[in-house]
């Protein structure tokens, strides 16, 4: 649970484009086994990264975070976007937070990190989109977005659903987190008997379309892992030549 790894994925795409650099953190769930300094440390080996943006995936809080802890985390990972734009979407246990939404949300845009609340953002023929969480039953479909083929389109969706509604749609790139590759053994076999989630970790492959789901900066509820690493993902993507 303390030492954290970083996962590079190399990618490649027929779409024309200018090689970006993401760097995808998800499932921080401060301050488990975590504390301002080690904080600190941990963002400065984020900062180091020199990505095109980072993407927040998701369950950064819970319902163990009080206000104070939540204030510490947001204003820290400020730091980041002195380097490149900060985007986050948020996770199941966002809505399980002691303080109120609009706290959070107030938060988080006061230290200059974008909210992508079933919105999307457009740069370098990439459009990224940040979806609600699953439990949003209110959320849009993949379809609603009307993604061109001609465009690289990115997901962020903290859990690892609608995979083939994703790949229907033209999504070239799914990023979420969740499921922390387990965390205790043995949690990960029972992802794998969720048909839609496709997997439980790391990088799949549908033909030219990739899903990459992250094992998360640390982990849920218990300070341990016996299962699976705590990491940050970097994913490098440039057009075939």
């Not at 002195?82 to 107030?106: C, M, S, W």
């Not at 048909?195 to 789901?213: C, M, V």
Request: glycine share 4%; charged share 25%.
């Amino acid at each position: 649970m303390y030492t954290i790894h970083q996962t590079t994925y190399n990618l490649k795409t027929e779409k024309s484009i200018t090689p970006t650099k993401i760097c995808f953190i998800s499932d921080v769930h401060y301050p488990n086994a975590n504390n301002p300094q080690r904080l600190k440390e941990i963002t400065n080996t984020l900062m180091k990264v020199k990505t095109d943006f980072y993407l927040l995936g998701g369950d950064f809080v819970d319902e163990s975070t009080s206000k104070e802890d939540m204030e510490i985390l947001f204003k820290q990972l400020r730091r980041l976007t002195k380097v490149a734009p900060v985007y986050f979407v948020y996770g199941n246990h966002e809505d399980k937070i002691k303080f109120t939404r609009n706290k959070l949300n107030q938060k988080i845009t006061k230290n200059n990190i974008t909210i992508l609340n079933d919105q999307e953002v457009h740069f370098n023929n990439i459009t990224l989109i940040g979806r609600k969480d699953y439990t949003n039953k209110n959320r849009k479909k993949t379809k609603d977005y009307n993604l061109s083929t001609k465009t690289y389109n990115i997901i962020l969706d903290h859990q690892p659903q609608g995979t083939r509604e994703n790949i229907k749609n033209n999504v070239d790139l799914q990023l979420s987190g969740h499921t922390y590759n387990g965390q205790m053994f043995p949690l990960s076999y029972s992802y794998h008997l969720q048909p839609d989630f496709a997997g439980n970790y790391g990088k799949e492959t549908f033909k030219h379309r990739t899903k990459i789901i992250n094992s998360g900066l640390v982990g849920w509820d218990f300070p341990i892992r016996t299962e699976g690493i705590c990491e940050y993902v970097v994913v490098n993507i440039t057009p075939k030549k």
